[in-house]
DNA sequence: CAGCATCCCCAGAGATACTG
DNA sequence: CAGTATCTCTGGGGATGCTG
């Protein structure tokens, strides 16, 4: 539920603060990276989000379903399946994330490993 | 890289989590913000940066500073004055800081409190 | 003024076990 | 498969006081 007592973003002073207090979590810039290019199943998270534990990337996905930068989808099967993608707003975000990205790889001296965001698809907010 | 016991991103795997690491703190980002128009005294950040303690705000400083995002300038005088300002590294994610202000000010609904990534012009102490 | 030292505390993250 | 539930423990961060 939204009742959410970790994501009160309400005592935010300045535009910046408050867009940190959204993504400024340890992993969550990395959930949205791994979603710039469409659904991601758990599992599939799970193994690409190397050093979180399930826990916490529970935490961090209800986190951001919270927020509504991403849905999740359960489809009610056996085995079980759930899915997760980014919301148009979480979208508005990949612009800043390969910002970001691109930042990140000048410094690390060679290419990102991960791969760069595509999704040429992806209506980008006008 | 410095010594810094707590900025080890060197199992970093990926652009976006490596950048993470270096500006994903709650404050870095606000405080890089903070620093785009030019040179800051300890005491202007500390009171420009609510919900913040002296402590932590040193503390990101320094994290800050051992990223080489900012560098510290001290003057040995009386009363002491310390000026910090972003490096080219650090400067070069105001970009980033602006896109992400941009999209938390329309996420608030409404203008941003903290002025706009634009030189000085309104009252800024020399 | 711009910090650092110290004490203290609890929320957040890990580990493990269990379930729809 | 995709999580919860519980228990534990640590270290991040607050409060306070001191100093160059």
Redesign the pocket.
């Known amino acids: 539920m939204k009742k959410s007592g970790?994501n009160i973003h309400t005592d935010t002073i300045c535009a910046v603060d408050y867009a940190f207090q959204r993504i400024g979590g340890?992993h969550k810039g990395r959930v949205i990276y791994h979603l710039r290019n469409g659904v991601r199943?758990?599992?599939e998270l799970?193994k690409i989000m190397t050093g979180?534990?399930?826990?916490?990337l529970?935490?961090v996905?209800?986190e951001l379903e919270d927020d509504e930068l991403i849905t999740?989808h359960?489809y009610l099967e056996v085995?079980?399946?759930?899915e997760y993608q980014l919301t148009d707003t979480g979208r508005e975000l990949l612009p800043f994330i390969t910002l970001l990205s691109e930042w990140g790889a000048r410094q690390m001296g060679r290419e990102p490993q991960c791969q760069p965001v595509l999704a040429g698809q992806s209506g980008m907010p006008a």
């Open positions: 970790k340890k199943r758990y599992g799970r979180i534990t399930p826990k916490m529970t935490q996905l209800r999740r359960v085995p079980p399946r759930v």
